[in-house]
């Protein structure tokens, strides 16, 4: 009784020691937990990734986008399934992708945890429930289907006319052209114009080296996800400091404000001009998406602005990087460039009117450079997680599979799996790190579709990247417009492999430094 007279006065008398001591025990409960008792404490992986996520933000926030490296070097160490947090697995296995990435009929949330970093919870990505997701997916396929997507070509052509123009301009002058710059532009030009009917016009006249686009402010944006992921209260701060002082505070976080600022503009514009009765907006989506069925709460100014930073952003830098890593692997590889050409110049006797897209595609050797284009650009370099609430997920490692050797893996736990690492799996495609358009090409010189299934670029299952039709005839069309009018007088200028590797992971891929992939174009 003594003893326990002299805790009761310690308690107020030390309230900070006490403090202290119940976090202590709290933290070491916590981690015999985590270590030991947790569901997920019998797969293998780092000891300090089961423990925290301030494992991840060290090699994420702290060392500059290195998480998917480092879960790399992972499975290097323990094998094809991975703790890669206190929560969460890893699965590098091929063979695991439609078990993991499942169509319609499978339910498959998504990781709060990743899905909330961008702050967009009311967008197409950031929702987590599968069902919601379906809902706000259903009222927005239509814009992206083929047969869609087919109405949108006109506007293409004619800016890549533009375009081409502005990059004819340069011929002879020896100033270099940014195509990663200019890429960024088109491709904004083209999501704005279908999104809201007015386009950011970045492809014009006035802008002839196309320093006006999106593409740094993405990236900087991507760039505070890697914090605010960790942090979410971050954002909600940003929002409350005027911009002037942002961009003295955080370039970053004031380029990524000013983004979402210029697209929640656009989207006001288009509800007003529905509320006035004004057409202009019609046949654009979000002029479409107001006069839809969706119920009222899918129709609100919160939940519209942030479906058009998702549109804008995801149609703008992930296409635009992709192309500029098609295009630099063409230059590179002067037989790739050769052979290309011939295929084109037969099928596009004037270089000035190109055909439709299904047309393109059905051109063997350039569906080949863009199936491998796409390899090596990845899409999400980031790890995308799917949740299978309620059935157990059956992983049994093809490496393992004359042992019998399966591993549950209990229901709600978020796995994930990671395009950068299949897309190097040396027994699907050997020599992984080259760029070889003829692993997509049978011995006819036909295209095969044996390695389409390991093409995680747009992601799997019910959830793969809405805007794929709309991605690949941007690809088609610019590609083939470029090489048919420019492939013999275009070359590379001060741009090498570095420039087009991945040696970061901010959600997309970023290479060291502010690498851009440059060209000199010759006069006919």
């Known amino acids: 009784m003594a003893h326990l007279a002299e805790i009761v006065q310690f308690i107020p008398q030390h309230p900070f020691a006490v403090l202290c001591l119940l976090v202590v025990f709290a933290l070491s409960g916590l981690s ?18 089961a423990l925290t996520l301030w494992y991840e933000y060290y090699h994420d926030g702290i060392r500059g986008g290195q998480y998917t490296f480092e879960i790399q070097r992972m499975h290097e160490r323990y094998g094809p399934i991975v703790r890669i947090s206190p929560h969460e697995l890893h ?3 091929p063979a695991f992708i439609d078990t993991l990435y499942a169509g319609g009929g499978k339910r498959r949330d998504k990781y709060v945890f990743y899905a909330s970093q961008f702050g967009l919870p009311k967008s197409l990505f950031g929702t987590a429930d599968h069902y919601h997701h379906r809902l706000r997916r259903s009222a927005l396929r239509r814009f992206f289907s083929k047969a869609s997507v087919t109405q949108l070509e006109p506007l293409i052509t004619k800016k890549i006319d533009t375009l081409c123009s502005l990059i004819q301009a340069t011929a002879g002058s020896g100033r270099p052209v940014s195509l990663s710059d200019a890429y960024s532009a088109i491709t904004s030009d083209v999501a704005t114009e279908y999104a809201f009917g007015t386009c950011t016009n970045f492809v014009c006249p006035s802008n002839p080296y196309f320093e006006r686009n999106f593409r740094v402010t993405l990236v900087k944006g991507l760039m505070v996800a890697t914090h605010s992921k960790q942090f979410p209260w971050i954002r909600t701060i940003s929002k409350m400091i005027p911009i002037s002082v942002l961009r003295v505070l955080d370039a970053n976080l004031a380029a990524a404000m000013e983004f979402q600022m210029e697209i929640s503009k656009q989207v006001k514009d ?17 002029h479409e998406l107001l006069t839809g069925s969706l119920p009222p709460q899918e129709k609100t100014f919160t939940r519209l602005k942030q479906e058009g930073q998702l549109i804008v952003g995801a149609g703008t830098e992930t296409v635009g990087w992709s192309l500029s890593v098609i295009t630099f692997y063409i230059l590179a590889h002067p037989a790739v460039l050769e052979k290309l050409r011939k295929e084109l110049e037969e099928a596009i006797p004037d270089p000035s009117i190109l055909p439709s897209v299904t047309t393109l595609e059905n051109l063997p050797y350039l569906s080949a450079v863009v199936a491998e284009g796409l390899r ?10 799917r949740i299978s609430p309620y059935e157990p997920l059956i992983f049994e490692p093809a490496s393992d599979q004359e042992n019998h050797i399966k591993h549950v893996i209990p229901a709600g736990t978020p796995v994930g799996m990671t395009s950068y690492l299949i897309h190097h799996n040396p027994e699907i495609f050997p020599d992984s790190s ?13 295209r095969h579709r044996h390695l389409d299934p390991y093409l995680m670029t747009f992601s799997k299952g019910s959830r793969q990247c809405i805007g794929i039709n709309l991605a690949y005839a941007e690809l088609y069309l610019i590609i083939s417009s470029l090489i048919r009018r420019f492939g013999g007088r275009i070359e590379l200028f001060e741009t090498t492999v570095r420039d087009v590797v991945p040696k970061k992971d901010y959600f997309l891929p970023v290479p060291d430094g502010d690498a851009v992939v440059q060209v000199l174009v010759r006069e006919d």
């Not at 007003?272 to 654009?284: A, F, Y």
């Not at 080259?434 to 036909?446: A, S, V």
């Open 32 to 49: 015999v937990y985590r270590l030991f008792l947790h569901p997920l404490a019998k797969f293998p992986g780092p000891k300090l990734a």
């Open 434 to 446: 080259k760029f070889i358009p003829e692993r997509w090409l049978d011995q006819d010189g036909k």
């Open 270 to 286: 288009v509800m007003d001009g529905v509320s006035n009765g004004n057409e202009k907006g019609h046949n654009t989506i979000f």
């Open 376 to 385: 090596l650009s990845y899409g999400v370099i980031s790890r995308s997680q």
């Open 91 to 93: 699965i590098n296995d």
